[in-house]
């Protein structure tokens, strides 16, 4: 049985897929990716097709993790095959909660910063308009996030 994850932000450009690549390489460090299904969204299609953000993938790199997801906007049918559906910030939320199709599928939905154990974050920010430091913090926080969904969803983490 696979736990299936979809992480989720607003262009799927930045944070999403960066948390996807996180998640990916945590699993396989583990050896427990036969036990997820790991995959990013966006709410927005406008970067559709696109590779993450230069500047993300550079501060990914740096950290180990190579991120070659291509954004794709969510679409209904993720609502229903994906276990846990992972915003990264209020404004993610509330779009997640408008798609949602049933109360079963809204049920879902949880922010990321939830699973964080060592960070004190509410959100995840967007990067994107702003500098390096952004980046970093953002993947601090993602680090954290992931971590803590994998000691919570795998065997022996």
């Known amino acids: 049985m696979t736990t299936k ?27 427990c990716s036969e036990l997820f299904e790991i ?7 406008y970067h559709q097709g696109e590779l993450p953000d230069s500047r993300m993938r550079a501060h ?3 950290r180990g993790y190579n ?7 969510i679409t209904i049918d993720d609502f229903y095959n994906f276990d846990l559906i992972l915003g990264m910030d209020d404004s993610n939320i509330d779009a997640l909660r408008e798609l949602a199709p049933t109360l079963e599928t809204k049920n879902k939905i949880i922010r990321i910063t939830d699973y964080c154990v060592n960070i004190i974050a509410d959100h995840v920010p967007d990067p994107y308009y702003g500098g390096a430091g952004g980046f970093e ?17 795998a065997p022996n983490y």
Do not use: W
């Open 39 to 45: 995959d990013s969204a966006g709410i927005l299609d």
């Open 5 to 31: 994850i979809l992480f989720v932000c607003l262009g799927n450009i930045c944070r999403s897929p960066a948390a996807e690549g996180i998640m990916l390489h945590l699993i396989k460090e583990q050896g």
């Open 137 to 153: 913090y953002v993947m601090d926080i993602l680090e954290d996030a992931c971590n803590g969904i994998l000691s919570k969803n």
């Open 67 to 73: 991120l070659t997801h291509r954004s794709r906007p």
């Open 60 to 62: 990914a790199i740096r």
